[in-house]
C-alpha cells in the first residue's frame, strides 16, 4: 500500500496544477463575492473639497477667537449647493453637513453653540482653525489603489468601489465545478429510498461550498455503481467545460469502488490517492487538460471536510484570490485529548471562549465520518496533527473555524 500524502503536501500539489481564470467585466451591483482581476484605483479623490463634518456656520476663526463673537451671515452652503462667494472678515455662512466649506472660512461652529437674529449670528464658543472641517481627499485621493486585484469582494468593498467612481469591475470569471454523487445505494434528496437505499446528501455541501467561494456548481446527479456510467457522467463533466470535476464516494478500496478506473478511462491523470488525514484518507486529485478533477470519499463528514480542505483552496486560487490557504487559528483544548496515530485528524468540535475571552475548542464524543448531525452542529474543526502526543485540558491547539454559511 503507498505511503499517505500529508495534508499541506496534497493542497500544494492540487494548487501548484492551477492557474487563475481569465477575467470579465461585472457590474458592481452583481459583483458581490467576485474576486477582483485587476486593481481598483480611485478615479476622483473623496471628499472632493474641505467639506463640513457639521450643521452650524462657517467662518474665519480669527473672528471668533473668543466666545461672544457676533458674525453677520451673508449665505448659505448646503450639501450639493455650495457658497459661491467668499467670506469676508466679520462674516459667516451658514452650512450643513457635507456641503463644501465656502473660500475664506477655516473653522465651523455648530448650530448649537449658535443664536441667530436675522442676520445676525452670535456665537457662545470660540472658533479653531480646522475645526470641524474634513480635508480634501481625507478619504482617498485619485489615483491611489485602495482595492487590490486577487481581493475577493464584500459589501462594504462594494461601497468603496462605487465611491472611487467605478459602475464595474474586472473580475476573474466564475469556476465552473461538475458534481457527481455515485452509488447504487443512493436517491436524489425528496425521493423514498427503496431497500437498502439512502438520500444522496453530500452534493448539497459540495454545491453549497462551490457559491461559497465565488464557483458555479453544474449538478451532474447520481451515478450507479457501473463502470461505463462514471465515465460517460464524467465525459458530460468534459463537454460541459469544467475547471473542477468532484466526484463523491467509490474513492476506496471496495469492489465497488469504481472511480479511479473510471476516471483513468476518461482520460484523467492522476495525480495522487490517498491523504494522512481522518476523515478524508481515500481522496484522489488529478487533471485532464485543464481540469482539476478531486474524488472525494463518499462519508458524507470525509466529502465536506475535503471539500473545505481542498476544493475551497481550490477555487480560490483559480479566482485568482490573494489568500488561498485555510486560515488556522488558536485556541485551548476544551478537554483532554488522546494521542494521535498517523493521520491528522479534522475534529468536529464546540467552540466557547473562557472568562479571558479565549477560543475553547472542544472536541465531540463521536467522530464517526458517516454523521451529519455533528458535522451540522459543529462551530470549528480540532486539528490533532499526525503523532501528537497526549494532549490536556487547557493546552494550546488549532482550528479551522466553521463560519457562516459554510
Ligand atoms: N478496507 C477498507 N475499507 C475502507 C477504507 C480503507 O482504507 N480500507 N477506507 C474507509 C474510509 S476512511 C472511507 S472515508 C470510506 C470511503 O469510501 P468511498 O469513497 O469508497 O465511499 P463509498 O463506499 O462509496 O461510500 C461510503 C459511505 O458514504 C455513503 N455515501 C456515498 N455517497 C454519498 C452521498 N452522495 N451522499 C450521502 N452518502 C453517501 C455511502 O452510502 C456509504 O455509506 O471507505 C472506508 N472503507
Ligand atoms: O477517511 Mo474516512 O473519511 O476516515 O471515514
Known sequence: MSALLPVDEARARILA????????????????????????????????????????????????????????????????????????????????????????????????????????????????????????????????????????????????????????????????????????????????PGPDQIVASNAFAIAGVVTAEGGEPIDLGIAPDDHRTIVSAVERAIAAEADVLVTLGGASVGDHDLIQPALKEAGVQLDFWRIAMRPGKPMMAGRRGAMLALGLPGNPVSSIVCALLFLAPALRKLTGRSDVEPVLMRAKLGRDMPANDHRDDYMRSALTYDSEGFAVATAFERQDSSMLRPLAGAECLLIRPAHAAVGKIGEPCRIMGLPHPL
Open 17 to 192: 496544477g492551477l492557474t487563475p481564470l481569465t477575467s470579465e467585466t461585472v457590474r458592481l451591483a452583481d459583483a458581490l463575492g467576485r474576486t477582483l482581476s485587476k486593481p481598483l484605483a480611485a478615479r476622483r479623490t473623496q471628499p472632493p473639497w474641505d467639506c463640513s463634518a457639521m450643521d452650524g456656520y462657517a467662518l474665519r476663526a480669527a473672528d471668533a477667537a473668543a466666545p461672544g463673537a457676533t458674525l453677520r451671515v451673508v449665505g448659505e452652503s448646503a450639501a450639493g449647493r455650495g457658497y459661491a462667494g467668499r467670506l469676508g472678515s466679520g462674516e459667516a455662512a451658514r452650512i450643513f453637513t457635507g456641503a463644501p466649506v465656502p473660500d475664506g472660512a477655516d473653522a465651523i461652529l455648530l448650530q448649537e453653540d449658535a443664536s441667530r437674529g436675522g442676520d445676525l449670528v452670535t456665537f457662545s464658543e470660540a472658533a479653531t482653525a480646522g475645526r470641524h472641517i474634513r480635508r480634501a481627499g481625507l478619504d482617498f485621493s485619485a489615483g491611489e489603489i485602495l482595492l487590490e486585484a486577487g481581493r475577493r469582494l464584500g459589501a462594504r468593498d462594494l461601497a468603496l468601489g462605487a465611491a472611487l467612481g467605478h459602475g464595474e469591475v474586472e473580475a476573474s470569471r466564475k469556476p465552473r465545478v461538475a458534481i457527481l454523487a455515485t452509488g447504487d445505494e443512493l436517491v436524489a434528496a425528496g425521493e423514498i
